[in-house]
């Protein structure tokens, strides 16, 4: 997604459609029980299009503008999102350490205040980018977690086609309408990035899915996001080369620490 929007930047909401489309064509592929659509199902699902369409562009601006590493790191805390319905909500226990945790979250963040490089503040555009997709993120969680207990894990692929196939159309129109003058160079010159992005992210939620059915939502997230962090920052400064204040290394440092205590 970041080497498209670096290579091409226009096009985004129809780049973003076509990563939808796919991601929502590998759980076609993986479904093994049929595929059954309910009413109150679509309920759940027109909730998860509309907080994926957000974070699938704001994410796709949000690298596109700024560092990989800081993107991924500010993306991550959207788990407190889900990690404070877990607890308040669902009445799941919380020990000590993940009270510490939860703390040094915020620390972490108020550390990291510099730019790649460290010569100036973030960009408040950047900023407000990797916030909606942050937030949306994290209701993504909450909801595909409600969605599970309400249907006991019995509907998890017809939620998320319906989920990531309306987030394709959302995104698609506003394609149309806002960016008609690079709807077929998006298409030509996108669809390869779009379908290999598409269906690693459809992976992805499949796997989300499996470890939130697995453990108590408050424990999944950190497990997640851990190791997406891990290896967004290494991505960040081997491939990318992007380069760190060594404030910013600390802040990473704490926040590693703090997703480490979660558990």
Request: with cysteine.
């Amino acid at each position: 997604v970041r080497r498209y929007g670096r290579k091409y930047g226009d096009g985004g909401m129809m780049f973003n459609a076509i990563l939808c489309l796919f991601s929502a064509v590998f759980f076609v592929l993986t479904d093994t029980g049929g595929l059954i659509f309910t009413k109150e199902l679509v309920m759940y699902g027109i909730i998860g299009c509309i907080l994926f369409a957000a974070g699938f562009y704001g994410a796709y601006l949000a690298l596109q503008t700024g560092s990989f590493g800081m993107t991924r790191l500010i993306i991550s805390f959207s788990g407190l999102i889900s990690i404070f319905y877990g607890i308040i909500f669902l009445h799941e226990q919380a020990s000590l350490l993940k009270w510490i945790a939860i703390a040094l979250v915020f620390v972490s963040s108020f550390v990291m205040k510099y730019q790649k490089n460290g010569d100036k503040d973030f960009s408040w555009k950047w900023l407000i980018l990797v916030l909606i997709t942050a937030i949306s993120n994290g209701f993504i969680a909450v909801v595909q977690r409600i969605q599970q207990l309400r249907f006991e894990h019995a509907y998890d692929n017809e939620f998320m086609i319906i989920s990531l196939i309306g987030a394709a159309v959302i995104l698609a129109i506003m394609g149309i309408i806002k960016e008609k003058d690079n709807f077929l160079p998006t298409l030509k010159k996108g669809s390869i990035y779009g379908v290999f992005a598409g269906m690693l992210n459809g992976a992805t939620n499949f796997l989300n899915l499996l470890i939130i059915a697995e453990f108590q939502l408050s424990g999944a997230t950190p497990i997640r996001t851990g190791v997406g962090l891990a290896t967004g920052f290494l991505i960040s400064i081997f491939i990318y080369k992007e380069k760190f204040r060594k404030i910013q290394l600390l802040g990473a440092l704490i926040a590693i620490v703090a997703l480490v205590l979660f558990k």
